[in-house]
């Protein structure tokens, strides 16, 4: 293992990429402690203790919300302006067609996501200072004031501006992808805390139980990700028949399904708990049944099943819009290949997404199975709570979809080293 480390940093372009990660990963990291100027933080880190679905939020989302930080949203306005414009698309026919235009209508859509994103953040950034003050109980910042609160507005949308500008450039010079990067090392980052816990309180049969469960599933959850369905292709452009195969994952969106899903799940839980404030007594009954069905520290069947089928609607959502099955028919036909049985062009076609529904259906079951597992399992009788792993199972999935992915690029990266050497 230590050789292929060492063959890792021996090559000059893959070391640079890997330090400018790591280094990008280290200013994301020092942004999440810097709290925002006129804050008192003292009280916060209870009320994440307390509330355990805004702590999944902010480790999901990059965030600082244990620290009341100037990137206190993380790259959540991003997303949900992500959610829309990709909504957007399949209402409005000229949005839609830009998804269909490759590299170009791409920049297009990614130009419209960001412009999006600042009003989104600025909007955002309220909801979640009144919150976080509201679970407070007002500690942590005057509201009265109306220029303290702009200017914490400011300060943490300016955050989600920078934050994803960082991304940005931790895609262009790094060795993976900036996004998927951040939100792991917010998932990561909590990891220390929880085996802390554990420690602390002399919990070890439990922590070796649940850390044995952790790699158990993390097991499964490589052998799903790497699982794929390989379709037979046989060309004849060469005057003989050639074999090949064209691979379709059985987990085709990867962790973009449980990103989105957590982003909107927890968001009637988080409304429930301003509404429940609320000098209205209608409001304060609808915050109290959002409250009592989708809340994180006690969830309920409604929240599960809610989850479940985020999860795998937006597997779905998403695999239609990246896999074109059209396109994917009419390279094989222009390559001269075809697939055994299947007439090439509309029938290839139609082929490829019922193989690709097929696969979804399964792949996206169970992403949503991982996702709502803890829930489950916190169903069970004689058990009271919650039941997690060393890190949470939806950080699971996307922990080992990005650690997987950073592999396959290195791997590639190493190969196109190797292959220089011959030129």
Excluded: C
């Excluded at 902010?58 to 620290?67: D, F, I, K, P, W």
């Excluded at 450039?169 to 992808?177: F, K, P, Q, R």
């Excluded at 452009?237 to 973009?256: D, L, V």
Aim: no cysteine; charged share 15%; net charge positive.
């Amino acid at each position: 293992m230590f050789k292929k480390i060492a063959a890792v940093f021996e090559v000059k372009d893959l070391r640079k990429k890997i330090i400018a990660t790591l280094a990008l990963v280290l200013v994301y990291k020092l942004l999440s402690v810097i709290p925002v100027p006129g804050v008192n933080t003292e009280g916060l880190s209870v009320i994440m203790e307390q509330q355990k679905g805004l702590s999944f939020f902010s480790a999901l989302m990059g965030g600082g919300l244990q620290n009341f930080s100037i990137i206190l949203m993380g790259l959540s306005p991003y997303i949900n302006a992500l959610i829309i414009i990709q909504l957007l698309g399949v209402i409005i026919p000229k949005l839609g067609d830009l998804q269909k235009e490759g590299e170009a209508g791409q920049r297009k859509i990614n130009k419209m996501t960001r412009l999006l994103t600042l009003p989104l953040a600025f909007l955002q950034s309220y909801g979640m200072i009144i919150l976080l003050n509201s679970l407070a109980g007002g500690t942590i910042i005057d509201v009265t004031n109306t220029t303290t609160i702009l200017m914490a507005m400011l300060i943490v949308t300016t955050g989600t501006v920078f934050l994803m500008w960082l991304w940005e450039v931790m895609t262009e010079y790094g060795i993976g992808n900036g996004i998927s990067i951040i939100i792991t090392a917010g998932v990561l980052a909590g990891v220390p805390g929880v085996v802390m816990g554990y420690i602390s309180t002399g919990a070890y049969p439990l922590f070796f139980g649940i850390l044995i469960a952790t790699l158990v599933i993390i097991y499964i959850i490589i052998s799903f990700t790497e699982g794929n369905r390989r379709i037979p292709i046989i060309y004849t452009r060469t005057g003989r028949e050639e074999k090949s195969y064209f691979p379709i994952r059985i987990n085709q969106a990867g962790m973009i399904p449980i990103i989105f899903a957590v982003s909107l799940v927890t968001f009637p839980a988080i409304l429930g708990q301003i509404l429940s404030n609320a000098s209205s007594d209608r409001a304060r009954q609808i915050g109290e049944f959002m409250l009592e069905h989708f809340s994180m520290n006690n969830p309920s069947w409604t929240l599960i099943i809610v989850y479940f089928l985020l999860v795998l609607g937006f597997s779905f959502f998403y695999v239609s819009i990246t896999f074109n099955t059209e396109n994917v028919a009419e390279s094989i036909q222009k390559r001269g290949g075809y697939i055994p049985g299947i007439r090439p062009g509309a029938e290839t076609a139609e082929y490829l997404a019922g193989v690709s529904a097929k696969l979804n259906l399964f792949g996206g079951s169970f992403l949503a199975l991982i996702a709502v597992l803890p829930y489950l399992l916190g169903k069970i009788p004689g058990i009271d709570q919650t039941v997690d792993f060393i890190i949470s199972a939806s950080g699971l999935i996307i922990i080992v979809s990005v650690i997987l992915d950073l592999i396959r690029r290195v791997d590639s990266e190493m190969k196109m080293f190797d292959y220089s050497k011959y030129k």
